[in-house]
């Protein structure tokens, strides 16, 4: 059974990152020694039996640390059990209905064999970094539209099929 998980993640301004220490929560709980850390602090997957990466979405394109973080391991991702979720729509269509990953996401899932990928809504809300997160803010359409409910239960498909892979 694949025992140690990474969940790394790229974000701006700390939503992605609570997503993440969501999702490694549940995969503790499911029995699975996992971990959350920055994209960009990550050295080597080589510890690690399985890995998530989530990214912020900005302007349609996954946060700069989660795309180099996935380029930069590549190689040792490629013989991993993969997982890839985005947070960012700041509305309730992610709670609605399943987004598809944005491009680039897209082509990193088919390039490594990704398993599954999820999209969660996000959060920007006042005191955010950057021009355009303090105008959407400003103009009204800021928020946080994470659903932890949803999150936690795609964590916990993650955590039961690296679970039964162990089992087999």
Do not use: C
């Not at 602090?41 to 039996?49: F, G, Q, R």
């Not at 973080?69 to 979720?85: D, E, I, K, N």
């Not at 599954?116 to 006042?126: D, K, Q, S």
């Not at 103009?139 to 659903?147: A, E, I, L, N, V």
């Amino acid at each position: 059974m694949p025992d140690r998980v990474l969940v790394a993640y790229g974000t701006k301004n700390g939503s992605t990152a609570q997503i993440a220490e969501a999702v490694a929560e549940v995969l503790r709980k499911d029995g699975l020694d996992a971990e959350a850390l920055p994209a960009g602090s990550v050295t080597a997957v080589e510890p690690y039996d399985a890995v998530v990466v989530g990214g912020g979405l900005y302007a349609g394109r996954w946060h700069k640390d989660a795309r180099r973080f996935v380029r930069r391991h590549r190689r040792s991702l490629a013989g991993r059990p993969l997982w890839f979720f985005s947070s960012g729509p700041l509305d309730a269509s992610a709670s609605e209905r399943d987004i598809p990953p944005v491009p680039g996401v897209r082509r990193a899932m088919t390039e490594l064999d990704v398993i599954g990928h999820a999209t969660f809504g996000g959060r920007l809300e006042e005191g955010a970094k950057g021009r355009m997160a303090r105008m959407i803010v400003r103009s009204g359409r800021g928020g946080d539209f994470r659903d932890f409910t949803a999150v936690q239960a795609w964590a916990d498909r993650v955590g039961q099929e690296l679970t039964a892979a162990g089992r087999r």
